[in-house]
């Protein structure tokens, strides 16, 4: 069975701190896609994994892909207020599959 | 851009009616998804078609049905609505092994 676990699910933390969001998966693949959704908005896709070692970084946001383990992580550097949502991570087969979503709130 | 458009944002519907969602892309996208939402859930694979009148099940698609009679269009029909269908629905669509584009989403509530 496809399965896509993130953890945490939901993240309370300070403005300026760092953090990471992991997103495990069940089943070999080489494609991760990391999205972005605001309350009562849609998803905005944000990164594109597709190899082994991938990493990707835009602002304070930087995924990573690791596909012997089977991991990719997105770090927060330095958290600001406007980071506040929740990120899903999906794996690729024939169908798209998503974890469950970290909401993550930064206090100011 | 890619543009995907639902029809309707918010949609209120009564118990046992037959309730169509419609979605367009613009992109000559040959997958399309159908998503719902719900708290606590995440997001839920409903159906999803690789090609014109071609559909495949999703993980929960009891109570629901699809239609693709054109590339650029892709139906989510409930047969009988009822209030545990009650949800954000969302589409999707993309070429083979590409990122997805989302719609806006439409949110659902039966009563």
């Known amino acids: ?108 | 851009d890619v543009k995907v458009t639902q029809s309707s944002r918010y949609l209120v519907k009564r118990t046992g009616e037959k309730v169509f969602l419609e979605c367009v892309q613009d992109m000559d996208h040959e997958n399309m998804f159908w998503y719902r939402q719900d708290p606590g859930l995440g997001l839920r694979l409903i159906y999803f078609s690789y090609d014109v009148k071609m559909k495949e099940k999703g993980d929960i698609p009891e109570g629901y049905s699809v239609s693709r009679e054109k590339k650029e269009r892709f139906s989510l029909i409930l047969e009988s609505a009822s209030t545990n269908q009650t949800s954000m629905y969302l589409c999707a669509s993309r070429l083979t092994f590409t990122e997805a584009f989302f719609g806006q989403g439409t949110r659902l509530t039966v009563v």
Request: hydrophobic share 35%.
């Open chain 1, 1 to 108: 069975e496809l399965k896509v676990e993130q953890n945490p699910l939901f993240l309370s933390m300070q403005e300026g701190k760092n953090y990471t969001i992991y997103c495990n998966y069940s089943t070999t693949s080489d494609r991760l896609y990391w999205y972005r959704q605001d309350p009562g908005k849609s998803l905005e896709s944000l990164f594109v994994l597709l190899s082994n070692g991938a990493v990707k970084q835009e602002g304070r946001l930087m995924a990573s892909l690791d596909t012997k383990a089977r991991l990719s992580t997105l770090h927060i550097t330095a958290a600001v207020h406007d980071l506040s949502a929740t990120y899903f991570c999906a794996v690729y087969y024939d169908k798209i599959i998503f974890g469950k979503g970290t909401r993550l709130h930064i206090l100011p």
